[in-house]
């Protein structure tokens, strides 16, 4: 992998990854006349809920649902710069121009919020990065073939390791967002990577749950998950290094998880063999997503990796892989229950959703 | 307040609430050739994270947005039987023809789910209640003048009271989810109450916050936000009993929390004044939320009573009003970050969105 680092006109940083056997100089210039990024972000303590939230105003003018021959995510060309000043690209990453959260942010925030002495504030440090996985505007990930999905493994690989490295960062979350059904605003296809200043309550919960389970049990919850989830009647496929099963309580309509065999705490801990056998295995359930209905699922992939300073000898990598599509024209909405409550009710039965996805004829 | 308690065809309950001056016998007959209700729901325990969840398959057919002269909710008419047997109504209470959780279920479940000793299995026991607030059709609570609100409070309380009683039974949540945005399958104006056999995991994160805020401060959460929060920047409305304010670390575009002056666990627990006055709160907040933006907003409105049997005494009854639409023609989704990670993000200014709702002129 060949990693190029560039600036846009905003300053903004832009790397350029290409494969061994494609270098190039990607020296083109961004023409743009942009004004300098500004973020303003803050995190507040939710005092009643012992959370974290990101209060982000200045993203409410960001690019939504721009028309194909105005994608912000495609090579430039003579007279329609975008984002990425080449003319032709393999995997891109930069900074978003709309960052709920950046390291250049405002440091001097007062101490709580107005008027709320348990509501305490913190500059809402840390990076949000896009990553384009091909300049082809009308891809998806799961056509993407394996030599470029492995070199997008690599880049998360590689982002993972430098924003970890970040004083302040405590949780690197590279996700995919895909679909317009739950508000994609950019079809070009690309996911995204958040470095959190604080470690996000799923992946905080978890831990506290590993915890739990190895003072009250003396047993390994990861361990004892993947032991038996491998072997048991929810996989949906494996090969000698991954498998992907639907987990016993899935909360979502359409879920899978991939774990690796092997421990691992993060991304760039897997092998080259591991990561080729990810790829394989990540390609073949997202085939499954494509062609369970008569149209693509809409989907989010979630990658749980474990936490930059805390608990990583307790993890467990692995990829969270779910849809919202629960039957044709038909979505899962998160109302009273799930939104108010956290109390998740699904309407899929998790051993016939491993059945159907098993069903799938993959081209 | 005069209840009226009667049977569906299929041995459904329906319970009639009208106010004392308009006693009515409801006598009229459900005249449907309905099957049995089968309810086959399972709780699953997600050892990963330590939470339950509904596994309700055949809710899958459940009725799905019907055309407005065929709402289940309306009164009966000659040749058009509904869900409500008799001709009109003023509030209505009958059990969810698909529910989640239901009293009538399956006892025999095995211990854990097929393959995964981990994922307990309990039956999904529980109550899923539908809640009419007027027989006409194209009304909106916020429409439903200070009388028929009124009445809804009660049967909140009758119902919070009934269902609370109800071995097994560990939490009593009354919500209204409300807009095709969310997900709203009919039209007509009702909410749900879900009686769940366990503590949700909302109430149960804010017990956790609650208790470790008094070790590590003695000092009693609940009572220091609202205290805090009576006299901030944040109010929206206000009266002698109630003031609504949006949270500090508000985490949805537009959230109001409607907080009671005198602590009370749970709804039955408040004084005829205090449901007044809720109600003149309540609507004014609500006709706020209509008329922010040229169309009424969708919302969700999520009572958070105390827990049936733990932290009764910790607990402060208020009621969570939030809507995803974050600008005109804009929603919020929930993706990566926030149904991935737990992570909120959000657009809007606490104070700002304060000061917004504060400047909309009530009619």
């Avoid at 348990?118 to 440090?125: N, Q, V």
């Avoid at 389970?213 to 072997?231: K, M, Q, W």
């Avoid at 048991?232 to 690796?260: D, I, K, M, S």
């Avoid at 956290?342 to 309407?347: C, E, L, Q, V």
């Amino acid at each position: 992998m060949i990693r190029t680092s560039r600036r846009l006109a905003d300053g903004r940083e832009i790397l350029y990854f290409d494969d061994d056997r494609s270098p190039r100089a990607h020296d083109a210039q961004d023409t743009r006349d942009l004004p300098p990024v500004s973020t303003h972000s803050q995190l507040r303590y939710d005092a009643l809920l012992g959370e974290w939230v990101a209060i982000a105003s200045h993203r409410q003018s960001r690019t939504f649902l721009p028309p194909p021959d105005e994608c912000p995510l495609d090579p430039s060309r003579p007279g329609r710069p975008t984002e990425i000043p080449d003319s032709s690209y393999q995997v891109v990453v930069f900074e978003n121009r709309f960052p709920s959260l950046a390291t250049e942010v405002e440091r001097e925030v007062p101490p709580t919020a107005p008027g709320a002495p348990l509501a305490r504030l913190r500059p809402g440090f840390g990076r949000c990065e896009v990553v384009c996985f091909t300049d082809q505007h009308d891809r998806v990930f799961a056509e993407l073939g394996h030599d470029r999905a492995r070199l997008v493994v690599d880049v998360w690989a590689d982002r993972t390791a430098e924003l970890s490295a970040i004083d302040g960062v405590e949780y690197v979350f590279p996700f995919e967002n895909h679909g317009e059904e739950i508000g994609v605003t950019l079809s070009h296809p690309h996911g995204q990577i958040y470095a959190y200043p604080y470690v996000p309550p799923r992946a905080a919960s978890v831990l506290r749950t590993v915890r739990r389970h190895r003072e009250t049990s003396g047993g390994d919850l990861f361990a004892e998950v993947v032991g038996s989830e491998r072997s048991g009647p929810r996989v949906v496929c494996a090969n000698g290094h991954w498998t992907a099963f639907v987990p016993a309580a899935a909360r979502w309509p359409y879920e899978v998880q991939l774990f690796p065999h092997r421990r691992v705490p993060d991304i760039p801990a897997l092998t080259g063999e591991e990561r080729d056998a990810f790829v394989r295995v990540y390609l073949d359930v997202l085939g499954r997503f494509a062609r369970r209905f008569d149209t693509p699922m809409p989907y989010i992939a979630s990658w749980n990796q474990a936490p930059v300073n805390d608990g990583r000898e307790d993890w467990w990598l692995h990829l969270q892989l779910f849809s919202i599509r629960r039957a044709p024209g038909k979505l899962k909405y998160l109302a009273g229950s799930e939104s108010g409550m956290g109390a998740f009710i699904t309407d899929t039965n998790p051993e016939d959703v491993a059945e159907q996805l098993r069903a799938v004829v993959v081209a």
